[in-house]
Nanobody, 124 residues
Framework: QVQLVESGGGSVKPGGSLRLACAAPGFNLDDCAVGWFRQAPGKEREWVSCIGNKDDSQYYGAPVKGRVRISSDHAKNIVYLQMNSLKEDDTAIYYC?????????????????WGRGTQVTVSS
């Protein structure tokens, strides 16, 4: 059973930064594309970003583009999501997901492996 583990969430003020991490104990993320999704209270889960497994190609959703950067640390088997200039609208549970495919996807159904999420709260 593959279980991804997110960390790095917390409470910050608007304009602050957080770096989320997605680890995969016992599972090689180098074989996978990895995506980040988020779900705010009362809303559907939405795609945030993804990274491919061959050339680390990166894609970002419109609400976060320019403020977020996804990256892979292949040596540590961790995928990071650096979030800057956070807004109150970024408040959500953030999930990482992985799938054995070359290119990342914004469709959550393409990812069979998920973490349990980490809470990000942005509030003044």
């Amino acid at each position: 059973q593959v279980q991804l583990v997110e960390s790095g969430g917390g409470s910050v003020k608007p304009g602050g930064s957080l770096r989320l991490a997605c680890a995969a104990p016992g599972f090689n993320l180098d074989d996978c594309a990895v995506g980040w999704f988020r779900q705010a209270p009362g809303k559907e889960r939405e795609w945030v970003s993804c990274i491919g497994n061959k050339d680390d190609s990166q894609y970002y959703g419109a609400p976060v583009k320019g403020r977020v950067r996804i990256s892979s640390d292949h040596a540590k088997n961790i995928v990071y999501l650096q979030m800057n200039s956070l807004k109150e609208d970024d408040t959500a549970i953030y999930y990482c997901a992985a799938g054995k495919m070359i290119w990342g996807s914004w469709h959550e159904n393409e990812y069979p492996y998920w973490g349990r999420g980490t809470q990000v709260t942005v509030s003044s």
